[in-house]
């Protein structure tokens, strides 16, 4: 146990302490605030990096695995225990968050220089970035969940920067809503987990949740409708990891996120937290592939995971292909990679899926940020039918956002997108089920390289279409600082260079992740030319070339002038354009339905509220009113009165005795002498004749 | 009438005075006259019975004679006594105008 | 012989009584009796005055009534007379029922008083079981009378005069009634004639065995005495008709045939007491030596009777008078006590009567004596308060 | 022996209406004696010897001479003080001849006693000393007691306190 995973702890930690102290700064010391925050970050990437020189070194059995757990809290016989592990899925996503969040703070002080709240806007990303760090390392599904709804809270709050703008404010309450969605299902199936494996630790030298004693003991047990506890289980995770990735029922907040600032989407939105959800799934992918040792095939669990990511790449392709906004573009293109890393994850493995997931983060990112310093240059000008033409102005960004968007579209050999995507659509042709994802996956990959074509066009190519807008003097669009440029700079380099990692010739990354048996690890160009594999590359490399073409058919050939003029995809298909423009109404679906139904809800509510309850309220104030007043009444009549009428009369008749006592001793000797006389009387002649 | 009832009758009679007395004259002396009329009364009756109605306990009726008398005298001692206290601070001796302890 | 003389009244009497029919015989005895003692008393009372007026003058050294009759003897008759022509005043004022009843009630008492005492041997009036209680219950009456004459002759000074006499009245009653009731202690008995025979036999065979001769008789016997002067308003006691004081006290308004009756009755009760006295203490009719036996029962009453009326009359010349509060202080912190100390005493010479030692008589005669002696002592000095007599200095009479 | 009887009788009644009705307190307190003699002669006739005696000295010796000493005491010897206001008479009379009613009906009409007839023998003064000395010892223990505690009384009660009574006239 070395002293780098002693001290593993230190890597969330030092984020969240800058948050801490950057919450107690005033505004007004902005430069010590970015300081302090990209500090932070930087201790931070440094002891990733020692951690994952760390794992490279010792590969154990299974891969390099160290753990460090303690109590943390003891209730009579429990005790909840937490933990931090280093393993090397964790360590290459420590990496990567570490180095990627760097980029963009450093990014995000040109970004935000106008900006007033800015130390609040670092503050606020030192908190994100701990609490990613937090969900990488965490050794317990309880210390995960933790980290994963302060995820979630910082995004929250970083959407819903600019308050002050109703859209930001509605698109934060959004995020949020529809993420607590899914955490719901994370935490039914982490109670449900905890109740059956009665630890919440994935790895405590035989007893964790996570390890085969375990597994076999949950796959052993069948829970509802004939899914294995595992199985259902997993789904629950699953549908947190939907909600967080912004998968295909629950996506619809990832593209109104774009509201918050762009280092946020960049961040949030394109590298880390939705990568999260992917990150969840590959964490406790033991349980999801966990089989009853009798059956054959994939795990229903897996299946699921498979055909979810395969329906939301050309679901989100298709609408992304319609959209008008720059981000929104992105932004549905991230929920469509999403999907392809979970087709990866279901298909091939966590190898696979990770692949992909650290190569997107580095383009989406970059792309991103190239968008972000395209709306700094264009004066917050975010829709592309305003823009165009900004190949001679802003040459740094359009070179960096060519990079990655030929990354993204999967531009055969040079750029990772290819390589990653080419592994996923390997797996999934191999993948025994259906052939189904395969055909999805490649329809999704020309659709990619044509959105990604077509928004290349409007904004870089053309005339430029900012000067058209009536209010502003002839804004001209300007390139951004270096203190933005330079960061895109890096992020391209990375988008190129890191795809040769997991190339078939050299999967290093596959083997370093699921450490495969070591005649694979030697570089060997061969495997290239193996049947199947340059087969699959020819195909794809087709495929994005038929995008490309129809990309620049439609729209190369007659760049459009007028911001008003009608998409040429509407017009050749205006119906179909309108439905993807309109995001397949999903909202208005949820509007309809979801959130109608809660409003019937709440005034349900407020109705039972004001009359069942209103009325039992007011039923029992009227009660004890009139009980008070019957009371009352009684009191005053009744008792009173009778009282003292009781008492006048009473004292009445004493004054009348009283007038016996006359003081006169004869005539009490009057009366003596009558009554004994009387007596005599009575018994001389009375009763006992 | 046997000679027994002929000193019922007297002792009845007078003990009839007496009480007429004691029951209507305002001045308090004459009231203790009167209960000692009474209690003559009572004694003749005593003696009377112990003579005349039958043998009973020979000195019995003397003895409780007595005692009566010896009583009688004492309670004239007190009463007289304190018609003179009553006197001295109330100036008067009428009995209806002392009734201070009326109710 | 003797007997027949003893007994020579009671023999007329009963003579008499036979000849009466039968059913009024009990009335004429009674009537024979009042009678007689009304006459013989009446005489004596006569007799009295005279001999009072004699010894008193004898006293003052003068020679006293001797112009009417031969040695004044006559003197009675001629006040009597006087007395009886005298004119009976009234007060106006006066309240008739009362001031006319007054003497009446002082004689009437006396004489019934006279009915229980044995004057002779069975020669008594009525011979009552409780003689004596009879004697003290009818003495009492006179208090009323003197009362009524106070009262009645509606005169302030009367009024006080009565006032003073009651009070001497009452307070001499009780040491008076004490010391007759030791007699009655030692005898045991209330009948006077029964107290008489207690005294009967002789003390070595010669002399009389009378109360007085006791230390606790002789005692009360001089109490009973002091008792009776006190009772009778004489001499020391004389307050209420001292002429130094009140002249004549309740008597001041009577005047004639009334004040003779209530001077009557004044001597009248003198004898009726000292006769009580002598059948109390002096052995009634009893001689006083067996020697003398012989002499009749009635002639030993007399002797002694007259002895008491000259000791009276003797008094009454020589010891001067009392003040009132002398007169109260010495009745009830002298003489009550002294009374209680004589029946003490006489219970004391009872419990010891059964001493057969030697001697046993003289002891027992030291005893009682001490007894009586020292309270005597002790309450004199009491009584003195402190104040010792001057030196006597005789200045005779230029 | 029914001419005593009626003359003392007769005696009793008079003296006793007398003293309740005469006017002057002295009269009444002096017809008070008249009845006390009479009832001490009554109670000869029946008798008790010794207890007329008794009656006669003490009521006509000592609770006579208290009443008169009373009465002058009170200074209510010259008044003449009249009964009640009328409707007060009434009533009391009424009351005393209801109650003498009463008990003379019991009498005359009661029924006679199981025995009739005097007593045998009269006691003697020594039984009577016998029965008082044993039987009786209590009582006259008792009596001892009362009457000392009465004359205490008596006298504290009739002490002059400080002279709080005087100055003022005594009314009549």
């Known amino acids: 146990m070395s002293w780098i995973v002693q001290q593993l702890w230190l890597v969330p930690a030092l984020p969240f302490l800058a948050a801490g102290v950057l919450a107690l700064t005033p505004r007004r010391h902005r430069r010590s605030a970015a300081g302090l925050a990209i500090g932070a970050l930087t201790a931070s990437l440094v002891l990733a990096g020692g951690a994952f020189a760390a794992t490279l070194g010792q590969a154990g059995p299974d891969g390099f695995r160290a753990v460090v757990n303690f109590t943390w809290l003891e209730t009579g016989a429990h005790a909840v225990r937490l933990g931090w592990v280093l393993d090397p899925l964790g360590a290459a996503m420590l990496v990567m968050v570490s180095f990627v969040g760097l980029l963009i703070f450093i990014y995000s002080v040109g970004y935000m220089a106008h900006d007033d709240n800015f130390t609040r806007f670092f503050c606020f990303l030192s908190l994100f970035a701990g609490a990613m760090l937090g969900v990488v390392i965490a050794n317990s599904l309880l210390l995960l969940f933790i980290c994963w709804e302060l995820v979630g809270l910082a995004s929250y709050l970083l959407i819903g920067f600019w308050f002050q703008k109703p859209e930001a404010a509605a698109a934060a309450k959004k995020a949020f809503i529809t993420t607590r969605v899914g955490d719901l299902g994370l935490f039914v199936g982490m109670i449900w987990l905890y109740s059956a494996a009665d630890t919440l630790v994935f790895y405590e030298n035989g007893q964790g949740c996570l390890e085969q004693g375990m597994v076999t003991r949950l796959v052993a047990t069948t829970a509802v409708a004939g899914m294995t506890l595992s199985t259902a289980i997993s789904l629950l995770v699953l549908l947190g990891a939907m909600g967080k990735s912004g998968q295909f029922p629950l996506h619809v907040w990832l593209p109104d996120a774009m509201e918050g600032p762009t280092p946020v989407s960049a961040l949030i939105h394109a590298a880390t937290m939705v990568a999260a959800g992917v990150f969840l799934v590959a964490r406790m992918f033991p349980l999801f592939a966990a089989q009853p040792d009798g059956a054959t095939g994939e795990s229903p669990a897996l299946q699921a995971v498979t055909w979810l990511g395969a329906f939301t790449a050309v679901f989100a392709a298709l609408i992304a292909v319609a959209q008008t906004d720059i981000k929104r573009i992105l932004a549905y293109s991230t929920v469509s990679q999403l999907g392809y890393m979970f087709l990866g994850l279901g298909t091939g493995g966590v190898a696979v899926g990770m692949f992909h997931l650290l190569t997107h983060a580095f383009f989406k990112a970059l792309l991103f940020l190239g968008a972000g310093s395209v709306i700094h240059g264009c004066h917050e000008e975010q829709d592309i039918r305003r823009l165009g033409g900004l190949r001679r102005t802003m040459p740094v960004t359009f070179a960096t956002y060519a990079v990655g968007m030929m990354a993204l579209a999967g531009v055969p050999l040079l750029f990772s997108g290819f390589w990653s995507k080419d592994e996923i659509l390997h797996a999934a042709q191999g993948w025994k089920p259906s052939p189904w994802p395969f055909y999805l996956g490649v329809l999704g990959a020309g659709l990619t390289a044509f959105y990604m074509t077509r928004q290349m066009i409007f904004v870089f190519f053309g005339p430029n279409r900012t000067c058209a807008r009536t209010h502003a003097a002839a804004l001209t669009p300007h390139e951004s600082p270096p203190v933005m440029t330079v960061p895109l700079a890096f992020l391209a380099i990375c988008a190129v260079v890191l795809g040769f990692f997991g190339t078939p010739a050299w999967p290093w990354l596959q083997t370093y992740l699921e450490a495969r048996p070591a005649d694979l690890t030697a570089f060997d160009v061969s495997r290239l030319f193996a049947v199947g594999v340059l087969g699959l590359m020819v195909l794809s490399t087709a495929v994005v070339a038929a995008g490309l073409a129809l990309g620049w058919w439609l729209y190369g050939r007659r760049p459009i002038t007028d911001p008003a003029a009608t998409d040429a995809l509407e017009l050749a298909q205006p119906g179909l354009f309108r439905l993807l423009h309109g995001k397949f109404h999903v909202d208005e679906l949820y509007e309809a339905t979801v959130v109608r139904w809660h409003a019937a809800w709440a005034t349900l509510g407020e109705l039972l509220d004001r009359w069942l309850w209103g009325g039992v309220v007011l039923l029992v104030h009227g009660l004890a009113l009139g009980l008070a007043w019957t009371s009352r009444l009684l009191d005053e009549y009744v008792v009173n009165g009778g009282f003292d009428t009781a008492c006048r009369r009473l004292v009445r008749g004493g004054r009348h005795m009283a007038g016996l006592a006359t003081g006169k001793p004869q005539s009490y000797l009057r009366g003596l002498a009558a009554a004994t006389a009387a007596l005599a009387l009575l018994l001389l002649w009375g009763g006992c004749r | 009438m046997t000679p027994l009832e002929r000193y019922l009758v007297v002792a009845a009679l007078l003990f009839g005075v007496g009480l007429a007395g004691a029951l209507t004259r305002r001045n308090a002396i004459l009231v203790l006259a009167g209960i000692e009329l009474m209690l003559t009364a009572a004694n003749l009756n005593v003696v009377a019975f112990w003579r005349h109605g039958g043998h009973g306990d020979a000195t019995a009726g003397v003895m409780f004679v007595l005692f009566i008398i010896a009583v009688a005298a004492a309670e004239t001692a007190v009463g007289l006594a304190l018609i003179i206290s009553i006197y001295r601070h109330r100036r008067t001796t009428h009995l209806d105008e002392v009734d201070t302890l009326k109710g | ?398 | 022996m029914d001419a005593a009887f009626s003359i003392f009788a007769l005696l009793l009644l008079a003296g006793a209406v007398a003293a309740m009705s005469l006017r002057n307190l002295i009269h009444c307190a002096l017809s008070l004696v008249v009845v006390f003699f009479s009832a001490a002669g009554l109670f000869l006739l029946l008798g008790a010897e010794f207890l007329s005696f008794a009656q006669v000295m003490v009521y006509v010796g000592a609770i006579a001479i208290l009443i008169v000493f009373a009465t002058l005491l009170t200074g209510s010897a010259g008044a003449t003080t009249g009964a009640l206001a009328f409707r007060p008479w009434l009533l009391g009379v009424g009351t005393a001849g209801w109650v003498t009613g009463v008990i003379v009906a019991a009498v005359l009409n009661g029924r006679p006693l199981p025995v009739e007839g005097k007593t045998a023998a009269l006691p003697t003064v020594r039984q009577l000393g016998e029965a008082l000395m044993t039987r009786y010892v209590l009582p006259l223990e008792v009596i001892g007691l009362l009457l000392t505690a009465a004359l205490i009384g008596a006298v504290v009660l009739a002490l002059r306190e400080g002279g709080a009574g005087r100055g003022k006239e005594p009314r009549p």
């Open chain 3, 1 to 398: 012989m003797v007997d027949t003389l003893d007994q020579l009244f009671i023999r007329a009497g009963r003579g008499v009584v036979d000849w009466a029919p039968e059913p009024a015989r009990p009335w004429l005895a009674a009537f024979l009796a009042a009678a007689t003692i009304t006459a013989v008393f009446a005489g004596l009372f006569a007799l009295t005055t005279w001999l009072e007026r004699k010894g008193l003058a004898r006293i003052q050294n003068r020679p006293g009534p001797n112009r009417v009759g031969p040695f004044g003897l006559l003197q009675p008759v001629a006040d009597g007379l006087k007395m009886l022509t005298k004119e009976d005043i009234r007060p106006r004022s006066a309240d008739q029922w009362i001031h006319f009843l007054a003497p009446l009630l002082k004689v009437v008492p006396v004489l019934l008083a006279y009915s229980v005492i044995p004057f002779g041997r069975n020669l008594v009036a009525l011979n009552l079981d409780a003689g004596l209680l009879f004697f003290f219950a009818v003495g009492s009456i006179t208090e009323i009378a003197v009362f009524m004459a106070g009262w009645g002759s509606r005169n302030k000074y009367s009024l006080l005069g009565a006032m003073r006499a009651i009070a001497q009245l009452i307070s001499y009653e009780m040491p008076l009634v004490l010391s007759a009731l030791t007699v009655v202690l030692v005898t045991g008995t209330l009948s006077l004639p029964a107290i008489v025979d207690s005294q009967a036999g002789w003390h070595g065979g010669w002399l009389a065995r009378w109360h007085v001769f006791t230390p606790w008789g002789l005692a009360a016997f001089a109490l009973f005495m002091t008792a009776a002067t006190a009772k009778t308003n004489r001499a020391p006691f004389d307050l209420p008709e001292g002429e130094s004081e009140i002249i004549a006290g309740h008597l001041v308004e009577y005047s004639g045939f009334k004040y003779a009756l209530f001077f009557m009755g004044e001597y009248l009760s003198l004898f009726a007491i000292s006769a009580v006295g002598i059948t109390l203490f002096l052995g009634g009719w009893r001689a006083p030596v067996a020697f003398l036996d012989w002499v009749p029962s009635y002639a030993w009453f007399a002797v002694k009777l007259l002895a008491c009326v000259a000791w009276f009359i003797w008094l009454r010349g020589t010891v001067p008078r009392l003040r009132a509060d002398q007169l109260m202080n010495f009745a009830w912190k002298f003489l009550l006590p002294l009374a209680l100390v004589a029946n003490l005493a006489a219970m004391l010479w009872q419990v010891t009567a059964n001493w057969q030692f030697a001697g046993a008589t003289l002891w027992r005669w030291v005893l009682v004596g001490a007894l009586i002696l020292v309270p005597y002592q002790r309450l004199g000095r009491a009584l003195l308060g402190g104040r010792t007599e001057a030196p006597r200095r005789y200045r005779f009479a230029e």
